[in-house]
């Protein structure tokens, strides 16, 4: 996750599963399913921001308020209070996903005695008003989402003669048999037309302004499968997009910010009657990113989903940018370029690089966007290789024929200032002898200043690639460096990897062996010597140092906030 440039993700609060109702309608919130969000949030890192969002009506407040029972909107607000209360892990929060789709709207009672989608101003007045309200009530300082469109709230079936019954209701399916009976395609997904366009009607009612708004942002989802795509489904989905921000225009609301909280393409072209195109998704990525970054309107932007799963791919869904093996797609590459480009600066926490772009993508060794390459002569070269063994992927360097010739690798981006000085930066090799003798390349890893290039943390690791010894050499400025440290690596075969990190305003010098056993620890200086609390920017510099030519591969590297 670090790895993509991922500073936030979504995260949904199930009602119905996450709240109990005892008899006296008391709700209890169950401690099992509250325990395993806090167990998958600590798995996440430290910088990623969570956005929470309320799905699926528990079924017995839907039931009443299809009776026509009073108590949704106290429910309602009740549910987001315990939320916040319960989590304090939430930074922002969306009140209601897609409530213009049948899988998540409220079915009420209409004129006929039959079944209806609620309308905007019950929306209105059922969840955005009672839950703004809520939540500030309970202390909640985050920005919270109004309300988020399946599509963009304005497109929807008009074909049906009924509009689906909610899916949330259909526990109770013998209940309401009447209604059923008179429902076309009950199991389809179903969006009300123009729903958008009521609820702005009932906002401006109570808030004729943007600056009266009591929520801070609205939400779409403008997925390019809803309709023809002549142009395209990243041109599609941008169409709804500006369909969308006219629509805010036209309500009086321009400039209120648009967050996109779902939006993605599936490597399974349906446009190719499901061809397998993993490229056609990664070209959605780039087109639809590119066409976001230059609208100020749009705040946030979450791809919808990270990972396949196999009970999503029996519905044909492959919207994941790793597939269901943890495999990345060429759609994880384009959006990585994509986060990055796009990020703020000061909110790059991490970054960081398996070397799998060349494999994955066959074409290029390394991520262009990612990297930038330097060498001394035409004959240096870097190929992406798999390794056979638990290491995955990594990428073969050599740095040229000649003695002393250099590759360097270096960021495009760099890391956000931090106060705190915190830094951690390792990377992970492996020198390849391919001839016998004395062959000894010079591995180098720097962290540089990005007001000063010339100051920094600039370390060289000589190694001799067929008795695995390895010098250290250390330096805070780029043309001055003293050894400091001679190991032997045990297994050739394996991994080492070198890190550099603060400690209690430290800077200090590890190298792990293969097998995890530590070779040299070293505290190298005081963090405050480099600056390191300023923007930092990170290399990899391999060179020929004597002998016959060999290589080393690289596999992993990160450059992050502690």
């Known amino acids: 996750m670090a790895e993509g440039a991922l500073n936030a993700i979504r995260v949904p609060f199930y009602w119905r599963r996450l709240i109990e109702?005892?008899?006296?309608?008391?709700?209890?919130?169950?401690?099992?399913?509250?325990?395993?969000?806090?167990?998958?949030?600590?798995?996440l890192p430290e910088h990623v921001k969570i956005t929470g969002v309320v799905i699926n009506c528990h079924p017995e407040v839907a039931r009443m308020a299809y009776l026509g029972q009073p108590g949704f909107a106290e429910r309602y607000a009740e549910y987001v209070r315990l939320l916040v209360e319960t989590f304090d892990f939430i930074h922002d929060m969306e009140l209601w996903n897609e409530p213009n789709a049948s899988d998540f709207y409220i079915s009420v009672k209409?004129?006929?005695?039959?079944?209806?989608?609620?309308?905007?101003l019950e929306f209105v007045n059922m969840v955005i008003r009672p839950g703004v309200e809520s939540l500030r009530c309970a202390g909640f300082a985050g920005r919270i989402c109004g309300v988020t469109f399946a599509e963009n709230g304005l497109v929807g079936h008009v074909g049906r003669t009924r509009p689906a019954f909610a899916n949330t209701m259909r526990g109770y399916a013998d209940e309401f048999a009447a209604e059923f009976a008179n429902n076309q395609g009950h199991w389809g997904f179903y969006f009300q037309p123009d729903f958008a366009r009521d609820v702005m009607q009932a906002l401006r009612s109570h808030y004729p302004t943007a600056q009266d708004l009591p929520f801070e942002a609205f939400g779409i989802h403008p997925y390019p499968y809803f309709g023809p795509a002549p142009d395209g489904f990243a041109a599609h989905s941008w169409h709804l997009t500006q369909d969308f921000l006219s629509l805010l225009e036209d309500a009086g609301y321009s400039g209120v910010p648009v967050w996109i909280t779902e939006v993605g393409a599936r490597s399974l072209d349906l446009s190719k009657v499901y061809d397998f195109d993993a490229m056609a998704q990664a070209d959605f990525v780039d087109d639809f990113m590119t066409?976001?970054?230059?609208?100020?309107?749009?705040?946030?932007?979450?791809?919808?989903?990270?990972?396949?799963e196999a009970w999503d791919l029996k519905r044909e869904k492959s919207f994941g940018l790793f597939d269901h093996e943890g495999r990345k797609k060429p759609a994880y590459y384009s959006f990585r370029s994509r986060a990055l480009d796009c990020l703020p600066p000061q909110s790059i926490r991490v970054l960081q690089d398996d070397f799998g772009f060349g494999a994955v993508m066959q074409a290029g060794s390394v991520d262009k966007s990612f990297w930038k390459i330097e060498k001394t002569e035409p004959f240096a070269y870097a190929i992406p290789a798999h390794t056979g063994t638990a290491e995955g992927t990594a990428l073969l360097v050599s740095p040229?024929?000649?003695?002393?010739?250099?590759?360097?690798?270096?960021?495009?981006?760099?890391?956000?200032?931090d106060k705190a000085q915190r830094l951690k930066a390792a990377l992970r090799f492996r020198p390849k002898a391919t001839d016998?003798?004395?062959?000894?390349?010079?591995?180098?890893?720097?962290?540089?200043?990005?007001?000063?290039?010339?100051?920094?943390?600039?370390?060289?690791?000589?190694?001799?690639?067929?008795?695995?010894?390895?010098?250290?050499?250390?330096?805070?400025t780029r043309n001055a460096r003293t050894p400091v440290a001679e190991v032997g690596l045990a297994d050739l075969s394996q991994f080492?990897?070198?890190?550099?990190?603060?400690?209690?305003?430290?800077?200090?010098?590890?190298?792990?062996?293969?097998?995890?056993?530590?070779?040299?620890?070293?505290?190298?200086?005081?963090?405050?010597?480099?600056?390191?609390?300023?923007?930092?920017?990170?290399?990899?510099?391999?060179s020929r140092t004597k002998g016959p030519i060999h290589f080393i591969e690289l596999s992993r590297f990160r450059l992050g906030r502690g």
């Open 400 to 417: 040229g024929r000649a003695v002393g010739s250099v590759l360097r690798l270096e960021t495009r981006h760099h890391l956000a200032a």
């Open 21 to 43: 109702y005892d008899s006296d309608a008391k709700a209890q919130v169950n401690k099992e399913i509250v325990e395993s969000y806090y167990t998958f949030i600590a798995t």
């Open 110 to 120: 209409g004129e006929d005695g039959l079944h209806r989608p609620w309308n905007g």
């Open 436 to 476: 016998p003798g004395k062959p000894e390349m010079t591995l180098g890893l720097q962290i540089t200043n990005l007001a000063n290039p010339e100051t920094g943390l600039f370390l060289s690791v000589r190694i001799n690639g067929v008795s695995g010894v390895a010098a250290f050499a250390f330096g805070t």
């Open 496 to 542: 080492a990897e070198i890190t550099l990190e603060t400690r209690e305003g430290r800077v200090w010098l590890s190298c792990v062996d293969g097998d995890g056993s530590i070779l040299t620890e070293i505290d190298l200086c005081a963090a405050t010597q480099v600056f390191l609390g300023r923007r930092l920017r990170g290399a990899i510099e391999v």
């Open 291 to 308: 066409h976001a970054a230059g609208e100020a309107s749009i705040e946030k932007l979450f791809w919808y989903k990270y990972r396949d």
